[in-house]
């Protein structure tokens, strides 16, 4: 019997702050999916998980309000999901951490979790076992930061990156294939990392947008609508 | 009687294809209101006006399609709205015609006194694209640049 070429069913997941969700979060799901899917993959769907309160960033606002805002933010999308995980656990987790629950959830057929329900739906058949593989979905950033000494464990970069894998959103002004050049570790890896060129430079982020709030400008066409409107009522980022 | 400091009244416009609009495009609205506010002008409002068709461009959708798509671009926005007026005249108007006959009318609603003369003043909007193509030689004539 012939075995038919059967495409990897992949998840992209995201972690960070979102502080607040801007439309470049939601871009470079885009991004890595028009990617993917033209190398093979059968992307299922995308999951962001926002990270722990006591992940200490200054300006941080609440886990609640971050959630909130996110799920105002992909209220049109029919792909992305949130994940309040992180944000539910005793503190902050580590991403080798997070990255081994999520995997383990989304190929458990019994999930109880919503985001793994929808994702196992859109699977055209359910096979057991259901070979789901999640990538690290990131930009430039977090690959230079493998770099700032005591930030990453060395056996977590190479866990994140032999066992599920980068999908690296590259901006202009950044060079991630030099980063990968310069450490022996991820050319030694470079298989599981995928650079996405992002051709259409978005330099929106959370930081510009905290920023104009707090000078009272506008950040309409940045984030969604009602990202906004949540913003304004709950009065957030006002200082 | 005292004369009070009055802000200068504005009204936005900007011109161009819109083929589809985008999000810059209203960014670039908000980015010029948040401006003139803090340079004391007062922003009544803002128009699109998308070109007629017969500007010609290849791969310039209907004037019907991109108006379309512009009422919905604005819906969410309480201050910038569409025109259609430049897709109804007979071929292409200049700029500098367009600039005149928009002058003439008025966003009324937002003003909080009518006194007459309404004097609004109208600016247009646009990237440095615009700008740097006032260079190109036989786009623009010397005399509507001024």
């Not at chain 1, 038919?4 to 702050?17: D, E, M």
């Not at chain 2, 900007?14 to 670039?28: D, K, Q, Y």
Request: glycine share 6%; hydrophobic share 40%; charged share 25%.
């Amino acid at each position: 019997m012939n075995k038919c070429f059967k495409p990897t069913r992949t998840v992209l997941i995201a972690v960070g702050s979102f502080n607040p969700p801007t439309n470049m979060h939601l871009r470079i799901f885009e991004l890595a999916k028009d990617f993917l899917q033209k190398n093979d993959h059968e992307v299922l769907g995308g999951i962001i998980s926002p990270v722990h309160d006591q992940y200490g960033k200054k300006g941080l606002v609440t886990a609640e309000h971050r959630c909130s805002m996110l799920k105002l933010a992909v209220e049109t999308s029919n792909w992305v999901n949130i994940s309040e995980w992180e944000t539910q656990q005793e503190g902050w987790t580590r991403t080798a951490e997070s990255l081994k629950f999520y995997k383990k959830a989304l190929n458990d057929i019994n999930s109880e979790f919503d985001w793994a329900k929808k994702i196992q739906a859109k699977m055209l058949d359910k096979e057991f076992p259901l070979n789901i593989n999640l990538k690290l979905l990131c930009g430039a950033d977090l690959i230079e930061s493998f770099a700032v000494p005591g930030l990453w464990k060395d056996e977590d970069i190479e866990d994140i990156v032999s066992n599920y894998g980068l999908v690296v959103i590259s901006r202009s002004g950044s060079n991630p294939q030099q980063f990968i050049y310069e450490s022996d570790l991820l050319t030694r890896l470079q298989r599981n990392i995928s650079i996405v060129p992002e051709w259409i430079t978005n330099e929106i982020s959370s930081t510009k947008i905290r920023r104009a709030l707090s000078r009272g400008e506008s950040v309409r066409y940045l984030t969604s609508d009602s990202v906004i409107d949540y913003i304004q009522t709950n009065r957030l980022y006002i200082q | 009687m005292n004369n009070c400091f009055k802000p200068t009244r504005t009204v936005l416009i900007a011109v161009g294809s819109f083929n589809p609009p985008t999000n810059m495009h209203l960014r670039i609205f908000e980015l010029a209101k948040d401006f003139l506010q803090k340079t004391d002008q007062e922003v009544l409002g803002g128009i699109i006006s998308p070109v007629h068709d017969q500007y010609g461009k290849k791969g310039l959708v209907s004037a019907e399609h991109r108006c379309s798509m512009l009422k919905l671009a604005v819906e969410t926005s309480n201050w910038v709205n569409i025109s259609d007026w430049e897709t109804q005249q007979e071929g292409w108007t200049r700029t500098a015609e367009s600039l005149k006959f928009y002058k003439a009318k008025k966003i009324q609603a937002k003003m909080l006194d009518k006194e007459f003369p309404l004097n609004i003043n109208l600016k247009l909007l646009c990237g440095a694209d615009l700008i740097e193509s006032f260079a190109v030689p036989g786009l623009w004539k010397d005399e509507d640049v001024g």
